[in-house]
């Protein structure tokens, strides 16, 4: 038998998500993680531009958090794209620092 919270929670998820925004984000999202550390693989970024956009995309998206959770925007088209922007900027955050991971330094010639 299916718990009732499970239940509440799992109809949350299938009806009152906008699945419209939902997948397309989900899926930009992906592609920006994927992405930077491909770029930081074949030496397209250096090290200090992957630190300082990880950093900087991290103090935006806090800073967007935060204007995401105000009263008068939540719930309207800009807290929507306020809570887009914060997504993205997570992902080039998490992005940049598992770059950092995958970074080769490109050939000397």
């Given at each position: 038998m299916i718990s009732p919270a499970f239940a509440t929670s799992l109809g949350l998820l299938l009806f009152a998500a906008r699945l419209g925004i939902l997948i397309p984000l989900l899926l930009?999202?992906?592609?920006?993680v994927v992405m930077i550390?491909?770029?930081?693989?074949?030496?397209?970024?250096?090290?200090?531009?992957c630190v300082w956009m990880g950093?900087?995309?991290a103090v935006l998206a806090l800073a967007m958090g935060k204007l995401a959770g105000v009263s008068g925007v939540r719930g309207t088209i800009t807290g929507i794209i306020v809570s887009i922007?914060?997504?993205l900027l997570i992902a080039t955050a998490?992005?940049?620092?598992?770059?950092?991971?995958?970074f080769r330094q490109p050939p000397q010639e």
């Open positions: 930009a999202c992906l592609f920006v550390p491909t770029a930081a693989r074949r030496g397209k970024i250096t090290i200090p531009s950093l900087g995309a922007v914060f997504y998490l992005g940049s620092f598992v770059g950092l991971y995958f």
